[in-house]
Each structure stands twice: as structure tokens, then as C-alpha cells.
């Protein structure tokens, strides 16, 4: 498998890590409980923006955008834009979101679309770089996960205690060993 640090070609490898991540840390850990059922029923579209042009990453999403739009959520539930060559950086990957977040705005998509962030060096704030929680979010590649609002009001409706998410995956995560981490994120120590 490629690194981020290396330009990718192979796009089919890069769906294949990004499905392996979603199998087996936000599925396999539980740490989206709404995420099991698009996976198992293959309703997750992985879209691989390979170009580092903003406008072309830009641009790839607004496709997605449309299409998550115009098709049912039994044909799309979700989207993964995947940026396999562009924005490594995670302050550079930040600071594209408002370019991102104006997108969504000038097409009338608030309220309709979210996006949720993933980055191979993701940190939340106010945390260490090591902090374990931060893998909660940690992916192969820099993604920009296009959701449904009205799905992800449903799901909620229907699950309890959501706000006690994030505490939860905190707690999951630390609890893993340091080799249990390197198994599970072995992707973000190649060079």
C-alpha cells in the first residue's frame, strides 16, 4: 500500500484501505454506531479525488454532492471523497473545510448536506498528538465524508444516549493496546 507521502495511482488500493479502515475501526470499534448498516448493505459510495488541485477536490465533491441529492438513500446512503494526493497536512486539510463549508452554502446544501472530517494526523483540539482519542478520526487519507442530514436525524431518533459518543469512543480507544493501535492503524507508520 502507498503512503500519503507518495503520489497514488492505484485508486482501486486506495478504496480497498479506505473500506478495510471502515470494516474494521469505524464498524469493527463501533465508533459510529450509524455506520454498520450502509456498510453491510454496500450503500457507501468511495469516490477517490486523485488530483492535488483544490479546484478538482472541490469540484469532485460537488459531484458527489449532486448525486447524494438526486438518488435515494437505498442506492447512496453516504459518500467518502477521498483526497489520496492532496492535503497531508492536516492544518492545510482545516483550512480547506471553509472552502468546503461555502460549497455547501452556495448551493443551498446546509441543512440537507454534512460533512464530517478524517485525516491520517487528525487532532482535536486542545489534545496531544498522541492522545488516543484523536484516532477516533485518524483515516488512510484525508476524507470528507458527505452525509444526509434528514438520514443522520433519523438514526439519531432512534439511538440512545448519542451525546455520549464521543466519551464512549474515548474510552474505546484507550483502552486499546499500543499493538492493538499499530494492527489497527498500521497505515499511518509507513514511509
Known amino acids: 500500500m502507498q503512503s500519503i507521502n507518495t503520489q497514488v495511482t492505484n485508486t482501486q488500493e486506495v478504496v ?18 450509524f455506520a454498520a448498516k450502509p ?4 450503500t457507501i459510495r468511495y469516490c477517490v479525488a486523485p488530483s492535488a488541485a483544490p479546484e ?7 459531484s458527489e454532492c449532486v448525486l447524494l441529492s438526486s438518488v435515494s438513500h437505498e442506492a447512496t446512503e453516504t459518500t ?28 443551498d446544501w446546509e441543512g440537507v448536506l ?7 494526523q487528525y487532532q482535536f483540539a486542545g489534545t496531544s498528538v498522541s492522545d488516543a482519542e484523536n484516532y ?9 465524508h458527505l452525509l444526509r442530514e434528514d438520514r443522520l436525524e433519523k438514526a439519531i ?13 474515548i474510552a474505546r480507544m484507550n483502552a486499546l493496546s499500543q499493538d492493538e493501535i499499530h494492527r489497527l492503524f498500521y497505515y499511518l507508520n509507513k514511509t
Not at 16 to 33: A, D, I, K, N, S
Not at 39 to 42: C, Q, S
Not at 86 to 101: G, I, K, M, P, R
Open 16 to 33: 480497498e484501505l479506505t473500506q478495510r479502515w471502515v470494516r474494521e475501526v469505524v464498524v469493527g470499534l463501533g465508533l459510529c454506531p
Open 39 to 42: 456498510f453491510a448493505e454496500n
Open 56 to 62: 478538482d477536490i472541490l469540484h469532485s465533491i460537488y
Open 80 to 107: 467518502l471523497v477521498i483526497t489520496p494526493n492532496a492535503l497531508s497536512d492536516f492544518h492545510d486539510y482545516n483550512q480547506f473545510f471553509n472552502e468546503v463549508d461555502l460549497l455547501l452554502s452556495r448551493n
Open 114 to 120: 454534512q460533512v464530517a472530517s478524517f485525516h491520517p
Open 136 to 144: 477516533t478520526n485518524r483515516a488512510p487519507y484525508p476524507i470528507f
Open 157 to 169: 431518533e432512534f439511538y440512545p444516549d448519542v451525546d455520549e459518543i464521543p466519551e464512549r469512543n
